[in-house]
DNA sequence: GTCTATATCGCGATAGAC
DNA sequence: GTCTATCGCGATATAGAC
């Protein structure tokens, strides 16, 4: 997907990258320094700024390269638009596996959730971001729900736009009691738990090549 | 409920605090520094820390300050165990007419959004603040749900402390969205969408002393 | 093109004068 | 009760060495 580094300018590019992406999701954004960040990166705060113009421009950019990760998994046409499309139920099942492996990354799960409220205000550098990211994400899992009820046997009498919002908001919200104590909720119960309330049972693991006991 | 300031000292704390709360709405809590709100006060910063002993508790004193409305109005029995304790479908009610109160006041809402998602660190100034209040919420929605469904016709089938940590989550993840795009979601009709698959539809107005054109 | 050193700024917090 | 002065710290910006 991404190319390989072959300049020197674009290693340290990416050990910046991988450095501001580590610290960022331990620490949240303000509380990360442009120091800390280049000197875990192996240079001065001073020469990190020659490969980003701002902190701003380089949370961003890890945003990014983090997002297209998990999109790309999930709605592999996102990217591809050729992609084979694994089945809705296949994808609804990727999306709850997405929620349990989230529980083990604390860090960027803590990143995401104080960013999209930090960017709520328009001025923010990833405001833009944020509200594109929603828009599409909706979209995405409305589209996906609508699929699903039609479905299901019987089809479910539900608005799928109005339930993706509501299945949005139950992962961030989800999140943010999750963090501050984790043995509090369990977010990947919540989710199978909602999602049943529609009528959408979620198999526990993935029927073709899954594993059983994890 | 709270006693007039008659001192000179009452009355400058209480501006500081309403400064604090102005600011602290409008851009969160790290973004905000000890001068700008002492300068809204009328004082320097040092004047400021003469009232509070730090940046801090100032913060956690704005929180329990407009936290102690709501709650007492949603749950009386918090701050006056004594109190009249309205039934369990009037204070359902309230939990959602709040939600549509908070579509008013983006400024507050953003700020326990951003609070409570800078707060997810145990290290923060109001880490143990947010926990007792999530703790607190879950268990008194928990209660009012269990109470709701066992009064329900037919009973409602459901783990209300399960339910609760939902509510809880969808109220907070609404707000994320709406705070991104204030036209993309309505928290209210979500809430009332997702009570209703519960079994509990909530009326639009107040039965006794409503208004009913709002 | 890649990086370091240096300078300036504003922050939270403290000490002590008035 | 409020001020001025000051500290140490970290974010950002620029000049210029390699």
């Given at each position: 997907m991404s190319k390989e580094p072959r300049t020197k300018g674009e290693r340290t590019r990416a050990r910046i990258l991988d450095s501001a992406a580590e610290l960022f999701s331990r620490s949240g954004f303000n509380a990360v320094s442009l120091r800390e960040i280049a000197a875990c990166a192996g240079l001065t705060h001073a020469g990190l700024l020659h490969h980003f113009p701002g902190k701003e421009q380089l949370l961003l950019e890890v945003l990014s390269r983090r997002d297209e990760t998990d999109a790309a998994w999930l709605?592999?046409?996102?990217?591809?638009?050729?992609a084979p499309e694994p089945p809705p139920a296949e994808r609804l099942r990727r999306v709850v596996e997405l929620v349990g492996r989230n529980s083990r990354t604390p860090g960027l799960v803590g990143l995401y959730a104080k960013l999209s409220a930090e960017a709520s205000?328009?001025?923010?550098?990833a405001h833009h971001y944020f509200v594109e990211r929603y828009r599409r994400l909706r979209a995405e899992l409305g589209a996906l729900l609508g699929a699903l009820f039609a479905a299901a046997d019987p089809p479910v009498r539900a608005e799928p736009q109005a339930v993706a919002v509501q299945l949005l908001a139950l992962l961030d919200g989800l999140q943010t009691q999750w963090l501050l104590e984790?043995?509090?909720?369990s977010m990947e119960d919540s989710v199978r738990d909602f999602l049943g309330r529609y009528g959408l049972p979620v198999e526990r693991e993935t029927a073709r090549g899954g594993r059983l006991t994890g």
């Open positions: 709605f592999p046409r996102i990217l591809e638009p050729a205000g328009p001025d923010h550098p984790p043995g509090a909720v």
